[in-house]
């Protein structure tokens, strides 16, 4: 058994989480500029072994794809030419920035680290990765 990679896809930046080797923990990684996704994902997976890639997909409150998939598809689609043997999951992600903002403000950052949306985007994908681990749909994927 071996990483989960998360990815909380943005147009400027990509927050970054990964889980242990054992997938009991998911830790924020860091934020890349969108543009070296494709290059991070390649250098992390070859130097700590990487799984499968979940990416949070973006949703309006009735559960569609929201406005910004236009966005997320293609890049996705990219990274997925890259590395073809890899597998990508979409995972809702709907409420992970404001659940960031509020673990944020509960962890006591001051004002100016929560407008740090670099942080935000890295606890984002932390936070979609935390309730990936937690649905019905990993268990489809535990043994992978």
Do not use: W
């Amino acid at each position: 058994m071996g990483r989960i990679l998360a990815i909380d896809f943005g147009r400027k930046r990509c927050g970054i989480a990964v889980t242990d080797p054992l997938r009991i923990v998911a830790s924020g990684v860091t934020t890349v500029p969108s543009a070296q996704l494709i290059d991070f994902v390649k250098s992390y997976r070859r130097d700590n072994g990487v799984d499968f890639i979940v990416v949070g997909e973006p949703r309006d409150m009735q559960g569609r794809p929201s406005e910004s998939t236009r966005f997320l598809r293609p890049a996705i689609d990219r990274l997925h030419k890259a590395i073809p043997d890899l597998e990508i999951v979409f995972f809702d992600e709907r409420f992970t920035s404001v659940l960031a903002h509020k673990a944020m403000l509960d962890g006591g950052l001051g004002k100016m680290a929560r407008r740090d949306k670099a942080l935000v985007d890295e606890i984002s994908a932390t936070i979609i990765l935390n309730d990936f681990l937690s649905s019905r749909l990993y268990q489809d994927y535990k043994d992978k």
